[in-house]
């Protein structure tokens, strides 16, 4: 059994991916990651929680696992991923994958792409498409809290465009001459029109670890300023062979 722990130990995994690709771990149940998760939204501030994963069982297609937000009385939620820890959901109503942050084999320069386009994702939003490139990009060392790692990067670099519904909007006024008073109501109506941005992420994979020490995740409005940006960062993990 293999373990990390915060204050506990640091630890150093190279390996040289010039040299060989990483094939996909074997996942158990029972393995268990927790994370330092930052979110970061514009100009609202930032906030920290703790979320452990940990796998309830492995079939030959997909990962089932739970996630719980660490001191929360709130129950596990229960989700499934791809054997390779791909995000799947419902899009259009097919099964579509939406995330493939790690493609096995991994080897340097590898490259693949996720692209969908999704219909009535919200109320403002007529239809959405995403276009993110996914590639290897090498060995970097990255500190996490638990511990230190020579882990295989992924990058990513993506465009979302956007089709935004018609709508309307009211804004009232009160007007008032000597005794009178007049509420003024003004309709201003926006046509459907089009918005894009951009996407950044990262992830850092460490085989012994079978899993991301450390993830970012990065959305850029139309104006290019980021909006929003979630990091994880591991502080304690427990693996089986």
């Known amino acids: ?27 158990n149940a029972g393995d268990t990651w927790t994370y330092l998760v930052t979110t970061e939204k514009g100009s609202s501030g930032w906030s920290q929680t703790r979320s452990e994963v940990t796998v309830a069982r492995v079939t030959d297609s997909g990962i089932y696992f739970t996630s719980k937000q660490s001191g929360s009385t709130q129950p596990a939620v229960e989700m499934i991923s791809g054997a390779d820890w791909a995000r799947v959901r419902d899009v259009n109503g097919k099964q579509t994958v939406v995330n493939r942050p790690l493609n096995f084999p991994l080897r340097p320069g590898k490259k693949w792409e996720v692209s969908y386009t999704e219909q009535h994702p919200n109320k403002i939003h007529r239809s959405e498409q995403l276009d993110a490139n996914y590639a290897v990009v090498g060995n970097e060392t990255v500190e996490v809290p638990a511990g230190k790692f020579t882990a295989i990067k992924i990058e990513v670099e993506g465009r979302w465009t956007a089709e935004l519904e018609p709508s309307t909007s009211v804004v009232q006024a009160a007007q008032s001459q000597q005794n009178n008073a007049t509420v003024v109501s003004q309709v201003n109506k926006t046509d459907a029109r089009s918005a894009s941005g951009r996407i950044y992420k990262a992830f850092w994979y460490v085989p012994e670890v079978k899993r991301w020490v450390k993830s970012v995740e990065e959305y850029y409005g139309s104006n290019g300023v980021r909006n929003e940006r979630y990091t994880n960062e591991l502080e304690s993990f427990k693996t089986s062979d």
């Not at 630890?11 to 010039?18: A, Y």
């Open 1 to 27: 059994m293999k373990s990390g722990f915060l204050g506990v130990v640091s630890i150093l995994f190279s390996f040289t991916v010039s040299a060989q690709s990483i094939d996909m771990p074997k996942v």
